[in-house]
């Protein structure tokens, strides 16, 4: 009898590799593997018409589309990782002396306020810098991908006509989370990021989740298994990976050279699935989303992901 086949998306990275190049077979089952271009247009699609079977899909708007009923359920596969203590860009003009200096101003955010990277930013220089988010307006230079979502009253969209990079370099925004500007008078707001970063994973564990994946609903209800299956096939070629980061056969660039760095701070696995692995972290999110008007503040970290999936680790 032939296989099921699930309409998937996700981005080729190192992580999935073996997955995506069919070296990693699934059981009882196979993926149509999509391809999009940008990997956020498929966030939307899945978001709004359910396009896709199984999906890759950033953890806020994951988190902010089930609270809205969105039927689709998460498995904990934490595909990308990322440290954002640079994503903040500041014009070196502005006056902006420390991030404290945020308050008061404005401050650009790339595309949504629920955008996973404008989320994790916003919680550093809260819990780091002791920034209050409410006394900054946050300018927003695109919508929601869930479109029910409603934002606090402190944050607002860009005038129309208007870029959010030119707004950066001119000054009409001292700051902006999430945009790429090459110009003299922009710089990062804080100094020697990336290391920042690593000593903060060094100190308290801070590593943040970018990306998951879901499966629809109706697919998890038809097929008992399912869920563990998914996470299984990840994993493994993860774990395929791993071993080849360990014995020193992959390039060190972009994200393998990060995963090397978090190996050699934490003497362990650089993605681990799995909720325990990652119970902090998670919860720290949840945190952070409640505390910036994205969750209502009932949530736990169980209610998030397929209940046949909550013990396993990969």
Request: hydrophobic residues 40%.
């Amino acid at each position: 009898m032939a296989l099921p086949h699930y309409k998937s998306v996700t981005r080729t990275q190192v992580a999935n590799h073996a997955l995506k190049d069919g070296l990693v077979k699934p059981n009882g089952f196979e993926f149509d593997w999509v391809e999009v271009d940008p990997l956020i247009a498929a966030f939307r699609r899945m978001v709004r018409g359910y396009e896709f079977d199984i999906c890759e899909l950033a953890i806020t708007t994951y988190m902010c589309a089930k609270a809205y009923g969105k039927k689709f359920t998460a498995i904990p596969v934490f595909i990308v990782r990322q440290f954002h203590h640079g994503a903040i860009l500041v014009n070196k003009n502005a006056g902006i002396r420390s991030p404290k200096d945020l308050e008061g101003k404005r401050v650009g955010v790339n595309r949504g306020y629920t955008v996973t990277t404008g989320v994790w930013a916003r919680g550093i220089l809260q819990d780091e810098y002791g920034v209050d988010l409410s006394k900054v307006t946050w300018v927003l230079s695109g919508d929601e991908h869930v479109a029910e979502y409603k934002a606090p009253a402190n944050v607002v969209p860009i005038e129309a006509g208007k870029k959010m990079e030119d707004m950066l370099i001119s000054g009409e925004l001292v700051a902006a989370i999430g945009v790429s500007v090459d110009h003299p008078d922009i710089v990062p707001l804080i100094p020697n990021a990336e290391e920042t970063g690593f000593a903060a994973l060094a100190r308290n564990g801070h590593y943040p989740i970018n990306h998951l994946v879901v499966i629809r609903d109706e697919l998890i209800e038809a097929n008992p298994g399912l869920a563990t299956d998914v996470f299984n096939a990840f994993a493994q070629a993860k774990q395929m990976y791993v071993e080849k980061l360990k014995a020193g056969q992959v390039d060190l660039k972009g994200d393998a050279k990060m995963h090397k760095r978090v190996m050699e701070i934490t003497g362990g696995d650089p993605m681990p699935y799995g909720i325990e692995p990652n119970r902090a972290v998670v919860e720290n999110l949840i945190g952070h989303a409640k505390r910036q008007g994205i969750l209502a503040g009932s949530e736990r970290i169980e209610d998030l992901f397929v209940k046949e999936t909550l013990g396993l680790v990969g």
